[in-house]
Nanobody, 114 residues
Framework: QAQLGESGGGLVQPGGSLRLSCRHSRAIFSVFTMHSMAWYRQGPGKQRDLVAEIDSSGHTNYADSVKGRFIISRDNSRKMVWLQMNSLKPEDTAVYYC?????WGQGTQVTVSS
């Protein structure tokens, strides 16, 4: 059984929005809050890069390419993290992965195209 489950990917037109969700299904609360949660993405033929991360206190860090467009948030009690993606561009097309410590989700495809 996957420990990180993602959802919310899909096809969207440039300028549109999507919201990705990820839930940690196994960690207890005290363990879950020990680590930051992050979203990475891997475009076709590219390496996997950090998009955004958030620690248990809510401090965030974003890749320069998504600053001002994407918002990462988390709910520790629900063991979940979200990535709100606005003003999407074709170059945002990638498989998006949720990450917690050494765990990775299965990935969800985001395609931005007209």
């Amino acid at each position: 059984q996957a420990q990180l489950g993602e959802s919310g990917g899909g096809l969207v037109q440039p300028g549109g929005s999507l919201r990705l969700s990820c839930r940690h299904s196994r960690a207890i609360f005290s363990v879950f809050t020990m680590h930051s949660m992050a979203w990475y993405r891997q475009g076709p033929g590219k390496q996997r890069d950090l998009v955004a991360e958030i620690d248990s206190s809510g401090h965030t860090n974003y890749a320069d390419s998504v600053k001002g467009r994407f918002i990462i948030s988390r709910d520790n009690s629900r063991k979940m993290v979200w990535l709100q993606m606005n003003s999407l561009k074709p170059e945002d097309t990638a498989v998006y992965y949720c990450n917690w410590d050494t765990l990775w989700g299965q990935g969800t495809q985001v395609t931005v195209s007209s």
